[in-house]
C-alpha cells in the first residue's frame, strides 16, 4: 500500500506541476491537494510501520484532514463532473456513430 500511495503521490505532483504551468486552476487546485494527501499519508504509514501507537493517532488525525480536504473540494469536483459528463456522452456517441458507420459497409459487401 505504501508503494502505490508513493506512485500515486509522485503521480499527482507531476500533473499538479504540468497544470501550474497551463494555468487551470481548479484542476491545479485539486491535483495539489490530492498530492499532498497522498504524500502525508506515505509519511502516517511509515509512522504506523514503525511506532503502530502513535501510528494510528496520526491515522487518525490524517482522516480528519481528508475530510477537510474532502469538504473543501466539493465544489470544485461537481463540477469537474458536470463538465465531464457532456463531454464523455459526446464522445461516446461519436465512438458509436463511427462503429455503426465501419460495420455497414462489411454488411453491405457480403
Do not use: H
Not at 510501520?49 to 496520526?58: E, K, Q, R, S
Amino acid at each position: 500500500m505504501l508503494i502505490a500511495d508513493l506512485l500515486t503521490y509522485a503521480g499527482t505532483l507531476q500533473t499538479a506541476n504540468i497544470l501550474q504551468a497551463s494555468n487551470n486552476t481548479n484542476i491545479y487546485e485539486l491535483m495539489n491537494n490530492i498530492s499532498l494527501l497522498c504524500g502525508t499519508l506515505a509519511l502516517v504509514l511509515l509512522v504506523l510501520l514503525l511506532v503502530p501507537a502513535f501510528g494510528w493517532f496520526t491515522l487518525a488525525c490524517w482522516a480528519v484532514y481528508f475530510a477537510i480536504i474532502g469538504t473543501k473540494s466539493y465544489q470544485t469536483l461537481r463540477t469537474l463532473c458536470a463538465d465531464a459528463v457532456p463531454f464523455v456522452r459526446d464522445k461516446m456517441k461519436e465512438l458509436m456513430r463511427s462503429l455503426n458507420g465501419s460495420e455497414e459497409p462489411q454488411n453491405e459487401g457480403d
